[in-house]
């Protein structure tokens, strides 16, 4: 709601802890054959069509930042990375955060951390930058079984979150995916989104959804190739290889679950909070 994401084919992600990534897809319930759920986007009345979504998530995003403070002291605060820029040669450290596995599109318990292309040049820089890397190259995953599961490739990605406020990740993420992205002057429009869906609400009416204007933002446009943008992918793909099968104990019981049963992975939290929010949702509408 609070990045306008009304129309068939727009998509957004709030980058956070983790990442969440959602795309419109209209009034159709797109079952998703490459890791993705399958959720309610939004429904503005009791006479409004339900509008639907494809959902993937990312585990590790901003934690991994707090990761290289608070174990590896990389970090002295948080607020470093606000003006980190990068570094001015090549960087070729992947860095795969699965601390706790992947989730959407892998959905693998047992894949574990793995950081390749260490050397003795190696830097703290590099490690920083690697870790911003690895949030995009995530997303990019995720963008890319959206645009299978759809058939649409995705012409924009909308942005939101902490993590946007950092203009080189930003950068680097239209450079990753290879379309602009668009982040929004004030960050934190999931609030804003609460917002105006509570404002426009038969009864309240503070707020007419078809005059709000949308919210002044900032594009970032990609700069590098396509030939270095897909060799960096493909070395990304090759340290996600390298990340699955280290646990051991959740490599013997992991069964790959079709799409249609990737519930029964989702962490329970997620699950719960969001049968609260349909529960509550109905209720009003009735």
């Known amino acids: 709601m609070g990045q306008m994401c009304w129309k068939q084919g727009q998509a957004k992600n709030t980058y956070g ?23 309610i986007a939004f429904k503005m009345g009791p006479n409004a069509p339900v509008i639907y979504a494809l959902e993937g998530s990312i585990a590790i995003a901003g934690a991994a930042i ?31 955060p699965a ?11 047992d894949a574990r951390s793995v950081i390749c292309g260490l050397t003795f040049d190696t830097t703290k820089e590099n490690l920083i930058q690697s870790t911003l890397e ?3 190259f995530q997303t990019r995953d995720i963008l890319e079984a959206m645009n299978q599961d759809c058939g649409i490739p995705l012409t924009k990605l909308l942005v939101d979150g902490g993590m946007t406020v950092n203009k080189y990740v930003m950068q680097m993420q239209a450079d990753f995916c290879g379309i602009p992205v668009v982040r ?13 869906a509570a404002g426009s609400a038969d009864g309240i009416n503070v707020w007419n959804l078809k005059t709000i204007q949308p919210v002044p933002s900032d594009t970032f446009l ?14 990304w793909k090759k340290a996600i290889k390298r990340s699955l099968g280290w ?22 939290s997620i699950f719960v909070m969001t049968a609260i929010s349909l529960l509550l949702s109905s209720q009003y509408l009735k």
């Open 66 to 96: 707090k990761w290289l403070r608070d174990n590896l002291q990389v970090l002295n605060s948080m607020s470093e990375l606000t003006h980190f820029e990068g570094l001015t040669g090549r960087n070729d450290i992947v860095f795969v």
């Open 222 to 235: 990609p700069t590098i190739s396509e030939d270095e943008r897909d060799i960096k992918y493909s070395n």
């Open 247 to 268: 646990d051991l104990a959740a490599a013997k019981k992991e069964q790959i679950q079709k799409p249609t049963n990737l519930l029964s992975i989702v962490p329970g």
């Open 134 to 136: 690895a949030v995009c």
């Open 184 to 196: 929004p002057l004030m960050t934190e429009t999931t609030a804003l989104g609460a917002a105006m």
């Open 17 to 39: 802890t983790g990442c969440f990534l959602l795309y419109n897809t209209g009034t159709a319930m797109v079952q998703s054959n490459h890791g993705l759920l399958t959720t």
């Open 99 to 109: 601390f706790s596995g992947l989730y959407a599109p892998y959905w693998r318990k």
